[in-house]
């Protein structure tokens, strides 16, 4: 059955450094999506990618934040400065009929 | 806005009990519902949903919910519970729209007792 993967599954930085999580969504799926859950907190979206551009991004997702699908398979979140706040799990979806389906996530630690 | 409550944050079970799950939201119109599972360190795995048609909907695992329309609920059930079904539980509402972001509820953790 296909599914949707993420990489890495834990990511270590330091604050104020770039980093990019990867996913590989479903073959055949045209939306994507990026979501985090902080720890003990609600999974919150950050935004919907379709047709190479954004189309829905939330309050969180401001100038740190960019979405790029570099290739036919890869869609990325790239966090140009990170803060400590940025900690959290971030999960990777793509849309099939109506139905999203996720990645493991991507835990990510800022020090 | 879309918003949706699990009241509750906790549930325990006895192994072979049955399981109810609480989820209400608040739409302008009918939503797309879902419910989600997610095992420690693992990622979310979609368990069932409801787009239209029938209220009862039969999902993995053995779960089904409900949709009531008049009480803006789903609520999830599960007959008689597995030791394996100790998980977390997200019910999300998804929008009738071209980017159909989901909305989740703050989760349920279930532990269950042998």
Known sequence: ?111 | AQSVTQPDIHITVSEGASLELRCNYSYGATPYLFWYVQSPGQGLQLLLKYFSGDTLVQGIKGFEAEFKRSQSSFNLRKPSVHWSDAAEYFCAVGEKAAGNKLTFGGGTRVLVKP
Not at chain 1, 15 to 38: D, T
Not at chain 1, 83 to 111: I, N
């Open chain 1, 1 to 111: 059955e296909p599914e949707v993967t993420q990489t890495p599954s834990h990511q270590v930085t330091q604050m104020g450094q770039e980093v990019i999580l990867r996913c590989v969504p479903i073959s055949n799926h045209l939306y994507f999506y990026w979501y985090r859950q902080i720890l003990g907190q609600k999974v919150e979206f950050l935004v919907s990618f379709y047709n190479n551009e954004i189309s829905e991004k939330s309050e969180i997702f401001d100038d740190q934040f960019s979405v790029e699908r570099p290739d036919g398979s890869n869609f990325t979140l790239k966090i140009r400065s990170t803060k400590l706040e940025d900690s959290a799990m971030y999960f990777c979806a793509s849309r099939g009929e109506e139905t999203q389906y996720f990645g493991p996530g991507t835990r990510l630690l800022v020090l």
